[in-house]
């Protein structure tokens, strides 16, 4: 069974930055794609971005320009680099690696941005 384990949230001032961490048990590239979601209270998970094993990337409108992901193969660890935090990105974040038919789900990190 893969483990994803999160790490780096924390309290930030709006217009700070954050970087989280999402730690694989196992090489990424058995991944077709690794993605960051996030969860708000009292609303749907939402994509936030995803890259694919090829390098190419997706980003939600919503953090396109602010927010970048990344991975270290070596590491077996995909980054989330957070810039320019506003209030609404206050959300659990949650790091996903999805095979052909399963996506394997870490524990989720909160990140709160206080204005």
């Known amino acids: 069974q893969v483990q994803l384990v999160e790490s780096g949230g924390g309290l930030v001032l709006a217009g700070g930055s954050l970087r989280l961490s999402c730690a694989t048990s196992?090489?990424?590239?058995?991944?077709?794609?690794m993605a960051w979601y996030r969860q708000a209270p009292g609303k749907q998970r939402e994509l936030v971005a995803r890259?694919?094993?090829?390098?190419?990337?997706y980003y939600a409108d919503s953090v396109k320009g602010r927010f970048t992901i990344s991975r270290d193969n070596a590491k077996n660890t995909v980054y989330l680099q957070m810039n320019s935090l506003k209030p609404e990105d206050t959300a659990v974040y949650y790091c996903a690696g999805s095979e052909l038919f399963t996506t394997y789900w870490g524990q989720g990190t909160q990140v709160t941005v206080s204005s």
């Open positions: 196992d090489r990424i590239s058995r991944f077709n794609y």
């Open positions: 890259l694919f094993s090829g390098s190419t990337t």
